[in-house]
Every structure is written in structure tokens, then in C-alpha cells.
């Protein structure tokens, strides 16, 4: 069992810059990668970004640019690091792990971008 925690979600102004984090307990030793989607009120939910444990980072359609993930294995922390947040970046973020152990998903945090 895996279980994922988030935090840092918030509401935030459009420009301004917001860290998201997922810290992981549990058995920890079964992920193989660490990833972020998020969901909008009414649209389906989209992966943002992905980070494997040997920290080979991948991304969502039209996700790289402004958004950078990063993990400290150590921690069993992934981050996911948006810059130049607009109105449309509003949703939920969900954290996502998966490896020999299943798939897991958190609770979310809320972004929250205005205008």
C-alpha cells in the first residue's frame, strides 16, 4: 500500500509562479514513476507531467515549457513547478504513482489561477 499526500495548492494570480507537492509513505520501494494530472470542472482529467525513479521526466501535450517536475527520492517527493500561471491552469492536481505495486492516486489539491 501506497498512500500520497499533496499539498501546496492555492489561489494564486495569473503570472504568478506555484509549487505543488506529493510526498509518498507506505511502500515506497514499488514506484517506479511519480505523476501529476489534473482535472478542470468539466473536462477530463490530463496528465501534466511524470517523473520515473531514475528520474527520467516526461510531459503532458503542450505541459513543458512553464511546468518543470522534479523528485528527491529520499523524500519520496515528487514536485511539480508551474511558472506563469494563466486562468486556464485552474483545476484540480492530482498526484499519481504506479509501479510493481499497482496504481495509487491522492486526494488533490486545488490550483486556483485569476485573472
Known amino acids: 500500500q501506497v498512500q500520497l499526500v499533496e499539498s501546496g495548492g492555492g489561489l494564486v494570480q495569473a503570472g504568478d509562479s506555484l509549487r505543488v507537492s506529493c510526498a509518498a509513505s507506505?511502500?515506497?520501494?514499488?514506484?517506479?514513476?511519480m505523476e501529476w494530472y489534473r482535472q478542470a470542472p468539466g473536462k477530463e482529467r490530463e496528465l501534466v507531467a511524470g517523473?520515473?525513479?531514475?528520474?527520467?521526466?516526461y510531459y503532458g501535450d503542450n505541459m513543458e515549457g512553464r511546468i518543470t517536475i522534479s523528485r528527491d527520492n529520499v523524500k519520496n517527493t515528487a514536485y511539480l513547478q508551474m511558472n506563469s500561471l494563466k486562468p486556464e491552469d485552474t483545476a484540480g492536481y492530482y498526484c499519481?504513482?504506479?509501479?510493481?505495486?499497482?496504481?495509487?492516486w491522492g486526494q488533490g489539491t486545488q490550483v486556483t489561477v485569476s485573472s
Open positions: 507506505g511502500d515506497t520501494i514499488c514506484i517506479a514513476a
Open positions: 499519481k504513482i504506479w509501479g510493481t505495486c499497482g496504481d495509487y
Open positions: 517523473i520515473t525513479s531514475s528520474g527520467r521526466s
